[in-house]
């Protein structure tokens, strides 16, 4: 007895030594995730003038927009999208199309509530409002063509117009320091640009939208829905299969 406790002191320190210094560790390398940005609530959001429904979010100190149902962030030259505002990021292997029509200087507008010249009663927008709303919105083209983003006797740009100033913006966009040292770094790994590398999350937290539906308590994977009948199936069949020996037993009987 004393032998066993003995062994099972000593082995302890062997299995609980790899536990924290695996907490925060990559699972694989690739290109970095962008690093959280905390809000106490979900945040508001604006539309912004001139462009395809992009929304937004005016007041953190990074580019946090919502576009086609998604969350984007530039980071470090890259792109990042997600399901959610603050969590779950998933890299991005281009610059998404909504981006040229973004005016550099919306911040500035926003604050000055002017855009280009235009008063801009902007609409600050409810993040539950957003999300039951923005796909009728965006089929109904209900920024642009009832209210016209909120700006001030103001009238769309003509398409070829737009056209011209996209290319415009992405020139100056692929010029960007950061944007070439990242377009550097993936010439330079080869095979590894089209990944992510996965950081710590904490407990409950789930990584994308595939994991968000997942009740807790399920198994997990294309068949969850079978393994959670089989249970009731089973206790079916049970119950019919001990009708029938009894049905059985009473004909043999006679």
């Not at 062997?14 to 106490?40: H, K």
């Not at 807790?216 to 199936?233: C, T």
């Amino acid at each position: 007895m004393k032998k066993l406790l003995l062994g099972l002191i000593l082995l302890i320190p062997v299995i609980s030594a790899p536990v924290p210094a695996m907490a925060g560790v990559d699972i694989s390398i690739g290109i970095s995730l962008p690093p959280p940005v905390v809000f106490e609530a979900p945040p508001d959001v604006v539309v912004l003038p001139d462009t395809n429904d992009v929304y937004v979010v005016p007041n953190v100190g990074v580019d946090l927009f919502f576009w086609n149902g998604w969350w984007w962030r530039p980071w470090e030259g890259g792109w990042y999208r997600s399901r959610y505002y603050n969590r779950g990021w998933i890299y991005f292997n281009r610059v998404p199309r909504f981006y040229y029509d973004v005016d550099p200087r919306w911040r500035e507008y926003y604050r000055d509530r002017d855009w280009q010249g235009h008063p801009w009663i902007y609409q600050r927008i409810p993040d539950r409002e957003l999300q039951r709303n923005w796909r009728g919105w965006h089929n109904d083209r209900y920024w642009e063509r009832q209210r016209t983003w909120g700006v001030r006797d103001y009238h769309p740009r003509a398409i070829q117009q737009r056209r011209d100033i996209r290319y415009q913006r992405q020139q100056e966009y692929q010029r960007r320091p950061e944007v070439i040292r990242h377009q550097q770094w993936i010439r330079e790994h080869p095979g590894q640009s089209h990944g992510q590398r996965y950081q710590h999350q904490p407990q409950g937290q789930p990584q994308g939208q595939r994991y968000q539906r997942q009740p807790q308590g399920r198994p997990h994977g294309p068949q969850g829905q079978r393994y959670q009948r089989q249970p009731q199936e089973q206790g079916r069949g049970q119950g019919q299969q001990r009708r029938e020996e009894k049905s059985r037993g009473r004909s043999d009987e006679r």
